[in-house]
């Protein structure tokens, strides 16, 4: 074989294994071998033929036949090309003979950390609320996910002027997601830890119409329209300021607190549906509270908005026919009172109207098909007795200020392997327009 047909050779098993990102087959480091011993020997041989012999004068003349031939020093390259190919395979497949290995464990171990480290981010993307409690109660450093997370929480509660005291802050919306290194490489997937949307679909308060705002800051005023705004001028002529005529209702921060006890061994679960479950839990309980206080007739404070039926009378109506009822709902109408009307009930008021026929002379009953005359009835635990309400329920306000603060209690409880969640939320309810509801009693 001639050099370039050598050359060529040993390119080729480089270049296969380099595009295989490969080391050398065995079979293929001894036919290197050969082949550079073969490429050495045309060399040396090359290299004999040019040096002058003892007895033959210096070559200080040109030799024509020689002239066109590569000198020594323009063949050196040559000899070092498959060489620098060989380092480049050798480098890229980690070495191949002894005096590298040290070298290739190294780099092994370099990428099984890059490698390592790729796949600790991946999963490291998705906040565990389950995960970072138990690293809590066991003492542990929670993970950069989590920590990112409760710094946002953090953020949205000192913007309001809340103090917390548990360790983890939660965003409680979908939001944008959220860098979680300072390069902002690694980020948190949108869907954090929404707990108002499963909230809005477990109340039955927003299900009749509430205003539920999220993501308050500080006190807020919530403008209430007055009929006297409103006045017939002239083309020309000046509205007035309705100076004297301005309301409002006010939303301040209220600390909403409910907790849940979990065994040590449910939270070291690594299941989705262990997940799925403490923040269902989670969200039973807050909505649970929430609407039994709205629901209520307690009287508001500075700690617990009011309930709607210490704002609204409910012994104005007596129901013990479908003419009662029907009494009720024109109070709503002279009110003028538009929107979409709904009940809000018992589950005793509701089981008596379900069985009180509209009249002697018909077998139609008042509640059919979870409707009165076309309009939605609601039931629910959280209203007394056999109490309804019936109104606009858009004109009940519910505002949420701030993050979910979570404390993780692993003392209280330790002598019974429980861990207590202390979860709370900062809220407030009020009416906005009391004449758009009317109260009642089923007889």
């Known amino acids: 074989m001639v050099k370039e047909e050598i050359k060529n050779e040993l390119r080729s098993i480089v270049n296969s294994a380099m595009s295989e990102k490969r080391k050398l087959t065995q079979v293929e480091q001894e036919r290197m071998e050969e082949l550079k011993n073969e490429l050495r020997a045309l060399q040396e041989k090359e290299t004999e033929e040019e040096d002058p012999k003892d007895d033959e004068e210096p070559m200080d003349e040109p030799n024509d036949d020689k002239e066109d031939e590569p000198s020594q020093d323009e063949e050196e390259p040559m000899e ?85 005291g548990g360790q983890l802050q939660i965003p409680i919306e979908s939001r944008a997601a959220i860098s979680v290194t300072a390069e902002g490489e690694d980020t948190v997937a949108t869907n954090l830890y929404n707990v108002i949307a499963p909230l809005r679909a477990k109340n039955v308060l927003v299900q009749a119409g509430a205003k539920f705002i999220t ?39 209220k600390r909403l607190t409910c907790f849940i006890d979990l065994s040590k061994q449910f939270i070291i679960q690594d299941s989705v549906g262990a997940e799925e479950l403490i923040r269902q839990d989670i969200i039973n309980a807050i909505n649970s509270k929430l609407e039994a206080t709205i629901l209520g007739d307690a009287e508001g404070d500075l700690t617990k908005p009011a309930g709607i039926f210490s704002v609204i009378n409910p012994s104005t109506h007596t129901v013990s026919s479908f003419a009662d009822l029907c009494n009720a709902e024109s109070d709503i109408e002279d009110a003028n009172v538009v929107g979409e009307l709904k009940y809000v009930m018992s589950n005793k008021a509701k089981a008596a109207l379900r069985s009180m026929q509209k009249s002697a002379k018909t077998t139609q009953l008042v509640m059919e098909n979870g409707q009165i005359d076309g309009t939605q009835v609601l039931n629910t635990s959280h209203v ?16 949420q200020f701030g993050a979910l603060d979570i404390t993780v209690d692993s003392y209280s409880q330790s002598t019974r392997g429980i861990i207590r969640l202390v979860v709370s939320l900062f809220a407030d309810a009020k009416v906005l327009r009391p004449e758009a509801f009317v109260t009642g009693t089923v007889a």
């Open 215 to 253: 993501n308050l800051t500080g006190d807020v005023q919530i403008p209430l329209m007055s009929p006297s705004n409103c006045g017939w001028e002239s083309e020309m002529g000046e509205a007035k300021d309705g100076a004297g005529t301005f309301s409002s209702v006010k939303l301040s921060p």
């Open 80 to 164: 070092d090309e498959p060489k620098e190919e060989e380092d480049k395979i050798e480098k890229n497949a980690c070495a191949q003979d002894k005096e590298k290995k040290s070298a290739c464990v190294q780099e092994e171990d370099k990428e099984n950390k890059r490698t390592l480290n790729i796949k600790s981010n991946k999963m490291n993307k998705e906040f565990r609320l389950l995960k970072a409690i138990a690293d809590i109660a066991n003492n542990r450093q929670i993970d950069d996910v989590a920590a990112a997370v409760s710094e946002q929480g953090r953020e949205e509660m000192r913007k309001n002027g809340i103090s917390y």
């Open 384 to 399: 007394g007795g056999k109490k309804f309400i019936y109104g606009d329920w858009s004109n009940l306000a519910i505002g």
